[in-house]
């Protein structure tokens, strides 16, 4: 029974929705532009905070879970890429710090991303600018499937990752999403 109110406005954009998504379960939510579905994305990490109502966990509120201890559970693949100013091997990183050179190739191939990261000036050292800007949009994308291919958390969120892609990527991209989504809520 979520009801959330964005500071600006005040005014309710999501009013008293109940969803139940089962472990190991895939949900896709459909709805026009502006109906809410990204808000909802939002509540599941606490990037956005609930006005009223509860967003749970096996019964356990969420705001009863620290930030760090959430997030290491969730995986989120925005419509819009977050980048950083810095290397294309430091951005797929961020989804798990600790993880070797091998661990990232292998998350990148699976991002169908691997290719165009070679052919960069200094592959994946590349520096890609500020938000990705050297980068295609196309190219963001899969640079932040990567990251969540690298961080391999159980509960994974898909904002229309795939929104930005032609369509042979796609396509190729979908076979690695449903490796990445077996087991995984």
Known sequence: RVTLAYEVSGEPVLRDISLTVAAGEKVALVGATGSGKTSILNLIPRLYEATSGSVTFDGVDVQDISLTSLREQVSLVPQEALLFSTTVKENILYGRRDATDDDVEQ???????????????????????????????????????????????????????????????????????????????
Do not use: C, W
């Not at 994974?156 to 989504?181: F, N």
């Open 107 to 185: 998350a990148a191939r699976a991002a169908r991303a691997h290719d165009f990261i070679v052919d960069l000036a200094n592959g994946y050292d590349t520096e890609i600018g500020d938000r990705g800007a050297k980068l295609s949009i196309g190219q963001q994308q899969r640079l932040a499937l990567a990251r969540a291919f690298l961080k391999d958390a159980p509960i994974l969120l898909l904002d229309e990752p795939t929104s930005a892609l032609d369509l042979q990527t796609e396509s190729d991209l979908l076979e690695g999403l449903d490796r990445l989504m077996e087991g995984r809520t």
